[in-house]
Nanobody, 116 residues
Framework: QVQLAESGGGLVQAGGSLRLSCAVS?????????LGWYRRAPGNEREFDAR???????DYEDAVKGRFTISRDHAKRTLYPHMHGPKPEGTAVYYC?????????WGQGTQVTGSP
């Protein structure tokens, strides 16, 4: 079973940027499929933000276009979502998974909190 470990969260100042990461335990899982990045705000279900294919093609949800970039490092088996531009609104927990996501693969996520 694949293990997904999100990290890099914390406080982010207004106008700042934050690079998050998702480490994947299995190379086959990482390299053979598209990977997705998801967000869950308090009281809400997880929402799709972005995805990246095995060859590097990206697709972003309209709400985050222009202020979100996602990349992947095959040697490190790590996904790198990069938040930039406007600060995050409130607090949210971010997750990685395959695309489409599988319920059994969700990790603990990493929390990001915006501050003035």
């Amino acid at each position: 079973q694949v293990q997904l470990a999100e990290s890099g969260g914390g406080l982010v100042q207004a106008g700042g940027s934050l690079r998050l990461s998702c480490a994947v335990s299995l190379s086959t899982f990482f390299s053979a499929q598209s990977l997705g990045w998801y967000r869950r705000a308090p009281g809400n279900e997880r929402e799709f933000d972005a995805r990246i294919s095995a060859t590097g093609t990206t697709d972003y949800e309209d709400a985050v276009k222009g202020r979100f970039t996602i990349s992947r490092d095959h040697a490190k088996r790590t996904l790198y979502p990069h938040m930039h531009g406007p600060k995050p609104e409130g607090t949210a927990v971010y997750y990685c998974n395959g695309w489409p996501p599988a319920e059994g693969n969700w990790g603990q996520g990493t929390q990001v909190t915006g501050s003035p």
